[in-house]
């Protein structure tokens, strides 16, 4: 059996029964890793040597321990936008090779002293953009389900390392729905906690009135786990909030589940392939038996989500993105002048999806165009905001799935255009911040995974694992 492949409250039993050390967790991720990667490519670097030096280090102290902190000996993958110290960050893009991240990323500051191992930094699409893997410069990460398709993305790797069992649990980002995309498609729970919960200070910059870190695992307590270790204040990042993070336990009392959950009449208009929609139809009835209530709710604006979200998100990132000039960070390419220099150095290090919103963002954010489009989008992500803030009167959470489609095969997009509408569903919480996880609800052809999605208003992610922890209870994943 691989030790990876249990959850992080199994593998404590097991080390305080000192039945097993951490070593053999580390080693046994490490041989999983050694013998998948070839297939999955979920990741960039493996941290073998220090992960094994980690666990030498955690063994002794396993010693005189009686109970253990949160994440002690527990190997896990992050994505390779997040900076720890001493490794490469690439964003999975050439423009950042030879950069070495000069600190830990508070998230990872966390992980450690909860007592994680770091098992390596994870595959993703370039700068997280992207839904599919497939736009690293690493080549594409595979579905450990079934490697034809796409496990989701941008952070396909944390996703895949998870469900491949190559590490316990992992972090990825959201934007757009980068965490909750992938984890569906690989059947695994992802959760993007409300904006300013989570410390961005080490995430490289996306869309940063959009970005959030969050973790990828197995099981609700699992997820539960990562999340109290790496949410709450961070004086390093001006966005983030001063409240108190809720306890394990408050997280995943299950008792009192007697919610009303909202289902958004944009269901009607979307596009939705039949397998998908069978699938969440089961969950709606699954808590209808379960006595919770279910009802229409009106999202008026939520239909222009997607577009607002590209409007929004390529006006930030060329703004962000226009820090690598060849002059700090990673690759240059040298030339005769310093703006060839820039030139060469930006048009031979970004990949063809982050040139086309770099060019858009810029167009969206220039003179004569900034009020017509960005400024106009502003506006529709509010009045998106509002009538969930009207919706959330009546309901305690909303319910949808996670994309309106199946994994897509690999290498069967050429539109980028049709991979943006696979957000329709992730980006409103992103444009509202609010906290949303993603549950798998069971196999569809292929024997691919998929899954649906709760939202709560900001700051409730106690509703969003109490009902998470029902539904694992009461229903299960539908993965064996
Ligand atoms: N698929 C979305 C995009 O391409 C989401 C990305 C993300 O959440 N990082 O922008």
Redesign the pocket.
């Known amino acids: 059996m691989e030790l990876s492949s249990l959850s992080i409250g199994e593998l404590h039993e097991k080390l305080l029964r000192r039945e097993i050390r951490v070593k053999d967790i580390v080693e046994d991720s490490l041989k999983s890793i050694e013998k998948k990667e070839d297939q999955i490519n979920a990741f960039i670097e493996v941290f073998r040597d220090e992960a094994l030096e980690r666990a030498r280090e955690l063994d002794i102290i396993l010693e005189e321990k009686k109970n253990l902190p949160l994440l002690f000996g527990i190997p896990i993958a992050i994505k390779d936008n997040i900076n720890v110290k001493g490794h490469s960050t690439t964003c999975a893009s050439r423009i950042l090779l030879g950069y070495k991240s000069l600190y830990h990323a508070t998230v990872v500051e966390r992980l450690l002293n909860e007592g994680a191992v770091i098992i390596g930094k994870t595959n993703m699409?370039e700068f997280?953009?992207?839904?599919t893997g497939e736009y690293s410069y690493f080549g594409p990460t595979r579905n450990p389900h079934n490697p034809e398709f796409s496990p989701g993305?941008?952070s396909s790797g944390s996703a895949a390392a998870v469900a491949a069992f190559e590490a316990v649990a992992s972090l990825g980002?959201?934007?757009?729905?980068?965490i909750r995309?992938p984890a569906a498609y690989c059947g695994v729970v992802g959760l993007k906690p409300t904006y300013g919960r989570v410390s961005r200070y080490g995430l490289v910059a996306?869309a940063s009135s959009l970005d959030q870190i969050g973790p990828i695992a197995k099981s609700v307590e699992d997820t539960a786990r990562l999340f109290v270790t790496i949410a709450g204040y961070d004086p390093m990042d001006s966005t983030s909030m001063n409240l108190e993070v809720p306890t394990i336990e408050e997280l995943l009392s299950s008792e009192d589940v007697k919610f009303t959950l909202g289902i958004p009449d944009v269901l009607d208009e979307a596009n939705i392939e039949e397998s998908v929609g069978k699938k969440f139809d089961e969950v709606l009835r699954f808590f209808e038996r379960e006595g919770l209530k279910l009802k229409r709710i009106s999202l008026p604006h939520i239909k222009y989500s997607v577009e607002v979200y590209h409007l929004i998100?390529t006006s930030e990132a060329s703004s962000n993105l226009a820090r690598y000039d060849g002059v700090r960070y990673g690759f240059r390419e040298d030339a005769d002048t310093l703006e060839n220099m820039y030139i060469k150095t930006r048009s031979q290090g970004f990949g063809p999806e982050v040139k086309r919103r770099i060019m858009l963002g810029t167009f969206a954010l220039s003179h004569g165009y900034y009020d017509a489009y960005y400024l106009r989008a502003l506006k529709v992500r509010r009045l998106i905001k509002n009538d969930f803030l009207e919706a959330f009167k009546d309901v305690d959470l909303v319910i949808l799935p996670v994309a309106p489609s199946p994994p897509p095969r690999i290498g069967e997009t050429t539109d980028p255009v049709s991979?943006?509408f696979?957000?329709i569903f992730t980006s409103p919480a992103?444009l509202t911040g609010f906290p949303a996880i993603s549950l798998p609800s069971g196999r569809m052809e292929f024997n691919l995974p998929t899954g649906f999605q709760l939202i709560a208003p900001s700051f409730r992610e106690d509703l969003l694992f109490k009902i998470a922890s029902f539904y694992e209870k009461g229903h299960g994943f539908g993965l064996h």
């Open positions: 699409d997280a953009m992207g839904a993305g941008s980002s959201d934007t757009g729905g980068s995309l996306f998100v991979l943006y696979l957000d992103n």
